[in-house]
């Protein structure tokens, strides 16, 4: 069963069309790249995968589940349910730790909140030893480890990160991109990575290509 | 998940937190305590006068007299003869007339000459002991007792002065000591706080048995005469009478209790004006920084609703802070001004002589503390309105970078 399958979707902003017909799958724990410039749609795709948006035209199902159709409620319950999201700069609640930013997530996604599972992701993300310290004394390149343990906590059938790198150095940039691919492989989480960063690029071979000439590749 | 968040907020914001929580608690510790004493004053002036319909003394002010005579709270205007006690008494109209010697006290507390029936007045009971009979005999109020630690059987020396400014500090009565010979059960007037022996005592305390050859003591004074009447006519009569054709005079006190409270009365509206004015910028406070957190949060909220919180709990999480807020500064300021009071009538204050009961709660608290809590979520409404209703994907494009 496929992670993420799209298919024949468009979608515009009043007269002017974003996105024009885009069909694509991701398999079960399989990765893929979505590259374009800017205002090529990229945000506009994701907001649609991820329920934020309601999609116009065509079909998306995560994990076998309709969000093309569902009602807003039921866009929600499905993206806290099968869809993790790691944004540039918006990666955890201010207000409280790492800890406490996985304990709410994990029980927003499933439920509950089992400490010995938060503990094991933020080892194999190396950074337990923050995990109650405020956030202003975490690094970049710790706060964003934080918001890849936070996305996957849930254990999503799907992983979006929209610009995961973009505001990182090289080396920080290299090490998430290594985490994002070991943890989500280790977790069967699939993968789609939204970016123009032409540090990570080469890292994962499928792309979907977005702009004038858009084709969809998986 | 909303408390945890509310919580949250509020810690990582500590000092606007606190502001506001100062704020509320400034003025609901303004409002509750003009609630206490504007309530209990009324009462208690109205419990300590109750069966008596006038009272005679020296020429002067008829507040002070009523003051002094009735809630030992304030100097005497001087002194009446004794003789003018047997003139009342005869007098129509009159049911009854308990005389009053005052001029003494001990460690603040006064020690007032009077009669037995003086206690009838304020159907006080005695706990232990007996009433006093000998000279020295005396009898003490629930209060005084305890906070003098005064037990029966016990002496004790008076002192000249009445209790405000000397205390009962001035030249003591050393030859002459007083006997406790029993405790009242606390009454919830002013017998609580005196300290309560015959005019016997207080005369014999200054000399005037001594004196007795002397023209002038012939006619040992008095303080003040407590009169109550049998019939309307004595109403209408005896004040006339006595403040035209004696050296006295006569005041009713229900008419200067209702001149003080209504003197008292502007000053409690003032400040309980001045006391909503308060919750109001507190109220003001709270919208204020609720509606500049809900701003600078929208990355936060929008990145809890991604994470599947749904709209319902990230507004409660706004309201929740804005009324946690409210409800810790209400609390705060409640226990603050029961605090306040206790703390005022420990001593020797006007209010402590009043015997106002710190740690009695008032019905309208809870109405107070209702009113700034409501006052918390209104003013959280806006913001969590704003946030409820705002799409996620304008939140997330301003926010996600």
């Known amino acids: 069963m496929a992670s993420l399958d799209v298919n024949g979707l468009s979608h515009a902003f009043g007269s002017e069309a974003v996105l024009k017909d885009i069909t694509f799958r991701i398999d079960q724990g399989a990765h893929m790249l979505l590259l374009g410039p800017s205002g090529s749609g990229k945000s506009t795709l994701i907001n649609l995968i991820t329920g934020i948006l309601p999609c116009q035209s065509g079909t998306i199902h995560v994990a076998g589940e309709a969000m093309s159709g569902a009602r807003g409620r039921q866009r929600d319950d499905l993206r806290r349910r099968r869809i993790g999201v790691v944004f540039q700069s918006l990666r955890l609640v201010s207000a409280l730790t790492v800890r406490r930013n996985l304990h709410l997530a994990q029980r927003l996604a499933t439920g509950t909140s089992v400490p010995e599972q938060i503990d094991a992701l933020l080892d194999r993300l190396g950074i337990r030893h923050r995990a109650d310290a405020p956030l202003r004394q975490l690094s970049q390149g710790q706060l964003q480890r934080a918001a890849i343990a936070r996305a996957l906590i849930g254990r999503p059938a799907l992983l979006v990160a929209d610009e995961p790198t973009s505001a990182l150095d090289d080396a920080n940039a290299a090490d998430t991109i290594d985490l994002l691919l070991e943890t989500a492989q280790a977790q069967g989480t699939s993968l789609l990575v939204a970016t123009h960063d032409r540090r990570i690029m080469d890292r994962i071979g499928h792309r979907l290509i977005l702009g004038e000439d858009a084709r969809a590749a998986a | 998940m909303i408390a945890e968040l509310a919580f949250a907020y509020m810690r990582e914001r500590v000092l606007a937190t606190l502001l506001n929580v100062a704020l509320l608690a400034l003025s609901v510790a303004a409002l509750v305590?003009?609630?206490?004493?504007?309530?209990?004053?009324?009462?208690?002036?109205?419990?300590?006068?109750?069966?008596?319909?006038?009272?005679?003394?020296?020429?002067?002010?008829?507040?002070?007299?009523?003051?002094?005579?009735?809630?030992?709270?304030?100097?005497?205007?001087?002194?009446?003869?004794?003789?003018?006690?047997?003139?009342?008494?005869?007098?129509?109209?009159?049911?009854?007339?308990?005389?009053?010697?005052?001029?003494?006290?001990?460690?603040?507390?006064?020690?007032?000459?009077?009669?037995?029936?003086?206690?009838?007045?304020?159907?006080?009971?005695?706990?232990?002991?007996?009433?006093?009979?000998?000279?020295?005999?005396?009898?003490?109020?629930?209060?005084?007792?305890?906070?003098?630690?005064?037990?029966?059987?016990?002496?004790?020396?008076?002192?000249?002065?009445?209790?405000?400014?000397?205390?009962?500090?001035?030249?003591?009565?050393?030859?002459?000591?007083?006997?406790?010979?029993?405790?009242?059960?606390?009454?919830?007037?002013?017998?609580?706080?005196?300290?309560?022996?015959?005019?016997?005592?207080?005369?014999?305390?200054?000399?005037?048995?001594?004196?007795?050859?002397?023209?002038?003591?012939?006619?040992?004074?008095?303080?003040?005469?407590?009169?109550?009447?049998?019939?309307?006519?004595?109403?209408?009569?005896?004040?006339?009478?006595?403040?035209?054709?004696?050296?006295?005079?006569?005041?009713?006190?229900?008419?200067?209790?209702?001149?003080?409270?209504?003197?008292?009365?502007?000053?409690?509206?003032?400040?309980?004006?001045?006391?909503?004015?308060?919750?109001?910028?507190?109220?003001?406070?709270?919208?204020?920084?609720?509606?500049?957190?809900?701003?600078?949060?929208?990355?936060?909220?929008?990145?809890?609703?991604?994470?599947?919180?749904?709209?319902?709990?990230?507004?409660?999480?706004?309201?929740?802070?804005?009324?946690?807020?409210?409800?810790?500064?209400?609390?705060?300021?409640?226990?603050?001004?029961?605090?306040?009071?206790?703390?005022?009538?420990?001593?020797?204050?006007?209010?402590?002589?009043?015997?106002?009961?710190?740690w009695r709660w008032n019905g309208g608290e809870a109405a107070i503390v209702a009113i700034v809590v409501g006052i918390g979520a209104m003013t959280a409404l806006v913001p969590a309105m704003r946030i409820f209703t705002a799409n996620l994907a304008t939140m997330l494009g301003k926010s996600a970078g």
């Open chain 2, 33 to 358: 305590m003009l609630l206490i004493a504007s309530a209990q004053i009324g009462e208690r002036l109205e419990r300590n006068s109750q069966g008596i319909d006038l009272v005679v003394g020296a020429k002067g002010s008829p507040l002070q007299l009523i003051l002094s005579s009735i809630y030992q709270m304030d100097r005497p205007t001087g002194n009446i003869p004794l003789s003018s006690l047997q003139s009342l008494r005869r007098a129509p109209g009159v049911a009854r007339v308990i005389p009053l010697a005052l001029g003494d006290a001990f460690r603040g507390y006064r020690i007032v000459g009077t009669e037995p029936g003086y206690l009838s007045l304020y159907k006080a009971e005695i706990a232990a002991g007996r009433m006093f009979a000998g000279e020295g005999d005396c009898v003490i109020g629930a209060e005084a007792a305890r906070a003098l630690g005064l037990t029966v059987g016990q002496r004790f020396i008076g002192g000249h002065g009445m209790g405000e400014d000397d205390g009962g500090l001035g030249a003591e009565h050393e030859a002459n000591p007083f006997t406790v010979t029993a405790i009242l059960k606390p009454t919830g007037t002013v017998a609580d706080r005196l300290i309560i022996t015959s005019i016997d005592t207080i005369w014999h305390m200054h000399g005037i048995e001594a004196s007795q050859d002397n023209a002038a003591a012939a006619d040992p004074e008095i303080t003040a005469l407590l009169v109550t009447y049998r019939n309307a006519a004595g109403a209408v009569r005896l004040p006339l009478m006595i403040n035209r054709q004696t050296n006295m005079q006569a005041a009713v006190p229900a008419i200067e209790t209702n001149r003080l409270l209504s003197l008292l009365g502007v000053g409690i509206d003032g400040a309980r004006l001045f006391g909503w004015l308060l919750a109001l910028i507190g109220g003001l406070s709270i919208f204020v920084t609720m509606l500049n957190a809900a701003s600078a949060r929208e990355g936060d909220l929008a990145l809890l609703r991604v994470m599947g919180a749904t709209r319902a709990q990230v507004f409660g999480t706004i309201m929740l802070e804005g009324t946690v807020t409210a409800l810790i500064g209400a609390v705060t300021g409640l226990l603050t001004a029961h605090l306040v009071i206790a703390q005022i009538t420990s001593g020797q204050s006007p209010l402590a002589q009043l015997g106002i009961e710190p």
